[in-house]
């Protein structure tokens, strides 16, 4: 696996992690038939807030970014996007186990979305994600915390 960071993200990483968006999802949005090329870039710049993204660094150059939006009741795992060329690395999984210990200590379970048909929904069924509710473009997964022992 090659050597990886994280860092806070800024304002300033906003269209980098629009333009990698764009290109992680093109292919499972075009087979949904949702794709396009400014709304794909705006939903994200709509929705960025650095205060609870990360920048992914390779090599001290910008590989992909993650989100882990507060809620009610959770943590929304949200644009966790890795550059193509380096994915099935085990960067996005150790990024991952990461962001969900931080969770665990916290005692906050975490949720997310995935398009259908997405290869990322095996990543996170294997650190332990299960459905919770789907629908023809998404599916909607949650991760408990887990019970640990001494844990009351």
């Given at each position: 696996m090659a050597d990886w960071e994280m860092r806070q993200a800024s304002a300033e990483d906003v269209e980098a992690v629009a333009e990698l968006r764009a290109v992680v999802l093109r292919a499972d949005l075009e087979r949904l038939g949702r794709y396009d090329e400014g709304r794909v870039r705006q939903r994200l710049r709509d929705g960025f807030v650095p205060a609870h993204t990360w920048v992914i660094e390779v090599g001290g150059a910008f590989a992909g970014c993650v989100a882990l939006r507060p809620d009610a009741d959770a943590h929304w795992l949200e644009h966790f996007y890795l550059d193509?060329?380096?994915?099935?690395?085990?960067?996005?999984?150790?990024?991952?186990?990461?962001?969900?210990?931080r969770c665990d200590r916290d005692g906050v379970r975490v949720r997310l979305n995935v398009l259908q048909g997405s290869a990322a929904r095996r990543l996170y069924e294997r650190h332990g994600f299960t459905l919770r509710t789907e629908d023809p473009v998404d599916v909607f997964l949650v991760r408990e915390v887990p019970n640990r022992p001494g844990r009351s």
């Open positions: 193509p060329r380096l994915q099935g690395r085990g960067i996005g999984s150790a990024v991952l186990r990461r962001l969900l210990d």
